[in-house]
């Protein structure tokens, strides 16, 4: 614990390149099924937030994924397109469109995730539940900023 508190910037570039390696290979698992769509890592995004947020708006969308209208229009078409997802006016305010995962966006999305969960499940399964617990902790504070 005394060296956690001595943080060097050897040890914080090597967190950082394993958090790279993480993403790197959590992601790459699913390239396959992607590809066979066109998709790429913004497409995976744009649709794991729809999973996650069924009926969440373009706005939303734009401020969770941090990327520009015209970024995600581009993506949004492709995934309407390909009939994962669909766009449904908001009952209060018609300007707004709710996003959905369709039905061939659900059965695409579950094939994407099982494949990715595999990893993920077995990193979590061979380790103590206190370090998940900490684990997961850090990774917000990562995100939060803090």
């Known amino acids: 614990m005394k060296d956690l508190l ?3 910037d050897d040890q914080i570039k090597e967190f950082i390149q394993l958090l790279y390696y993480a993403y ?3 992601f790459s698992d699913p390239r396959e099924i992607l590809s066979k769509k066109y998709f790429g890592p913004a497409h ?3 649709l794991n937030l729809i999973e996650r947020n069924p009926g969440i708006n373009l706005g939303e969308l734009i401020f969770k994924l941090k990327i520009t209208k015209q970024s995600l229009n581009r993506v949004l078409r492709d ?3 390909s009939r994962m997802i669909k766009q449904v006016k908001n009952d209060n305010d018609t300007r707004k469109k709710n996003l959905f995962l369709d039905k061939e966006g659900k059965v695409f999305f579950e094939a994407v995730y099982n494949t990715q969960k595999k990893r993920i ?3 979590l399964k061979s380790s103590s ?3 998940v617990i900490k684990f997961k902790d850090v990774l917000k504070k990562i ?4």
């Open 6 to 8: 001595y943080l060097k």
């Open 24 to 26: 790197r290979e959590t």
């Open 44 to 46: 995976l995004r744009a």
């Open 79 to 81: 995934l309407i397109k």
């Open 121 to 123: 499940f077995n990193a």
């Open 129 to 131: 539940s206190d370090s």
């Open 143 to 146: 995100i939060d900023g803090k």
